[in-house]
């Protein structure tokens, strides 16, 4: 899943915002996490809002069909405040393609998001060996260009399911395979 050009002319890194960081770097340790317990990646989005972070997958066809789903999700996020994208593809640096977790993210009113990588190598056996630091690709298209901070909207403009906190025993958010009544790691509601 890797038909996505983004360019980095600039040898600058930019001040990501905390927020929007600590979704970038979740989005791809969860990735990693996958792909260490020998699952697909399948393209995710999580997106913030409040106190609560939601993951939803974007299978697709094809990775033109990920990322317009990946966009259509975040685009009617109205109350999160940042999100992140995440992917398994490639870049091209000065040694040659590497493998990578990427992650696309933004945050509302923004003109541009950013995005991030975690390099991997697999040897003949199938381990992963990702690198220590996220390493940062460059300017990436912000889904939530359009959107407003979350605190222009009234609850009746945000999204239902985005509107109140999870129950106890609400359902998982669906973006992680697990066993019933254990955690799926997101966050989404607690294990009993």
């Known amino acids: 899943m890797a038909d996505r050009n983004i360019e980095n002319d600039s040898v600058e890194v930019p001040e990501i915002p905390e927020e929007l ?3 970038l770097v979740f989005a791809l340790d969860e990735g990693k ?3 260490e317990g020998g699952e697909d990646l399948v393209p995710f989005t999580a997106l913030v809002v409040k106190d609560n972070l ?3 997958t974007h299978p697709g066809e094809n990775a033109e069909e990920c990322f317009e789903a990946a966009e259509a999700n975040v685009r009617g996020a109205r109350g999160a405040g940042g999100y992140a994208f995440c992917y398994d593809g490639y870049i091209e640096t000065d040694d040659g393609v590497k493998d990578a977790i990427i992650a696309e ?25 990702f690198e220590a630091e996220p390493a940062y690709i460059g300017e990436a298209p912000n889904f939530m260009e359009a959107l407003k901070e979350p605190v222009a909207y009234s609850e009746e403009e945000i999204d239902e399911k985005f ?14 395979d697990h066993e019933a009544g254990e955690s799926c790691g997101c966050g989404c509601h607690d294990a009993e």
């Open 21 to 23: 960081e600590r979704v």
């Open 33 to 35: 996490q996958k792909l």
């Open 54 to 56: 939601f993951l939803e």
């Open 105 to 129: 993210g933004g945050q509302p009113g923004a003109d541009e998001g950013y995005a991030v990588a975690y390099l991997y190598t697999v040897d003949d056996a199938g381990n992963f060996t």
């Open 163 to 176: 509107a109140a906190a999870p129950e106890d025993d609400a359902e998982c958010c669906g973006a992680h």
